[in-house]
């Protein structure tokens, strides 16, 4: 079992509709959790942080957390074409202490 | 603030080379952090800094050493490079440990 578990995709959605990424993690103890948007060719850029179970809120964005299942998800309301990117899941270690990168999901916004 | 910069954007290697990957922060940061990306694959942890003069290994330092002189610099030197270090390589840098990395904008190694 991969420690940070993302599907792939690409994940297609119609412009203005709520896209939906999830990811679960193997590491029980792990209390931080993060989503990086990252464009292509372009370098990771931290949209959400989230430490607590339930949703965090930024504008159209929101994540969600279930500790007890053991997964992170990132909603984004109405979606943009300029949405399109890969969202990285991290996950910070109880083990090192050092964040644990899903391998991503790829997001298609169609106009 | 120019943030997190990195040199060069680009860099075609031969096997058996050495070059070295700069990173350079203006931040003020003490936690620094070098990631290479594989097409298709998440970021893995090489190696990070603490602060000047403290370094430790990440999940796959192999074939890489670093040295952090200063809290600004933290360069990544390949030695004897190899194909299996093709790749995108990140420098980033943190405030806390971990936490809401800034990361640069990237340098494209393809070892031949």
């Known amino acids: 079992q991969k420690e940070v578990e993302q599907n792939s995709g690409p994940l297609s959605v119609p412009e203005g509709a709520i896209a939906s990424l999830n990811c679960t993690y193997s590491?029980?103890?792990?209390?931080?959790f993060f989503w990086y948007r990252q464009y292509s060719g372009k370098s990771p850029e931290l949209i959400m942080s989230?430490?607590?179970?339930g949703d965090k809120e930024d504008g159209r964005f929101t994540a969600q957390l279930n500790k007890a299942s053991q997964y992170v998800s990132l909603l984004i309301r109405d979606s943009q074409p300029s949405d399109s990117a890969t969202y990285l899941c991290?996950?910070?270690?109880?083990?090192?202490?050092?964040?644990?990168f899903g391998q991503g999901t790829t997001l298609q916004v169609k106009p | 603030n120019a943030g997190v910069t990195q040199t060069p954007k680009f860099r075609i290697l031969k096997i058996g080379q050495s070059m070295t990957l700069q990173c350079t922060q203006d931040?003020?940061?003490?936690?620094m952090y070098w990631y290479r990306q594989d097409p298709g694959m998440g970021l893995k942890l090489i190696y990070y800094?603490?602060?000047?003069?403290?370094?430790d290994k990440g999940e796959v330092p192999n074939g890489y050493n670093v040295s952090r002189s200063t809290t600004e610099d933290f360069p990544l030197r390949l030695e004897l490079a190899a194909p299996s270090q093709t790749s995108v390589y990140f420098c980033?840098?943190?405030?806390?440990?971990?936490?809401?990395?800034?990361f640069g904008p990237g340098t494209r190694l393809t070892v031949t």
């Open positions: 980033a840098s943190s405030y806390l440990d971990s936490y809401e990395q800034y």
């Open positions: 590491d029980r103890g792990s209390q931080s």
């Open positions: 989230i430490y607590s179970n």
């Open positions: 991290a996950v910070l270690s109880s083990n090192t202490g050092k964040l644990i």
């Open positions: 931040m003020n940061h003490n936690y």
């Open positions: 800094s603490v602060g000047a003069g403290i370094t």
